[in-house]
């Protein structure tokens, strides 16, 4: 079974930066798809970032791309969301997930971290 932990969310002004973490336990790490989503008050949950296996292939939302990077250590089985440049809008809880290769959906979530930006 695979757990994933978010963390390093919080309250933060704009224009500043965060990083989120995500270690997962359990299953075979280096292999997944790891991704990033979140979800705002009263608003569906949106992609936000994904990163292959090998981090060879990064994809990333219009609304934060140039802001957010997402990065993955496979030796630490984390990981990461740089968060640059934030804004009121980008408040939402961050959810982290993981899916096989093969797979079209993200199989395993994380209990999510909450960003909060103040303007």
């Known amino acids: 079974q695979v757990q994933l932990v978010e963390s390093g969310g919080g309250l933060a002004q704009a224009g500043d930066s965060l990083r989120l973490s995500c270690a997962a336990s359990?299953?075979?790490?280096?292999?997944?798809?790891m991704g990033w989503f979140r979800q705002a008050p009263g608003k569906g949950r949106e992609f936000v970032a994904a990163?292959?296996?090998?981090?060879?292939?990064?994809e990333s939302a219009d609304s934060v791309k140039r802001r957010f990077t997402i990065s993955r250590d496979n030796a630490k089985r984390t990981v990461y969301l740089q968060l640059n440049s934030l804004k009121p809008e980008d408040t939402a809880v961050y959810y982290c997930?993981?899916?096989?290769?093969?797979?079209?959906?993200?199989?395993?979530w994380g209990q999510g971290t909450q960003v909060t930006v103040s303007s």
């Open positions: 997930a993981g899916k096989p290769g093969y797979s079209t959906a993200y199989t395993y």
């Open positions: 359990g299953g075979t790490f280096s292999s997944y798809v």
């Open positions: 990163i292959s296996w090998c981090a060879n292939r990064i």
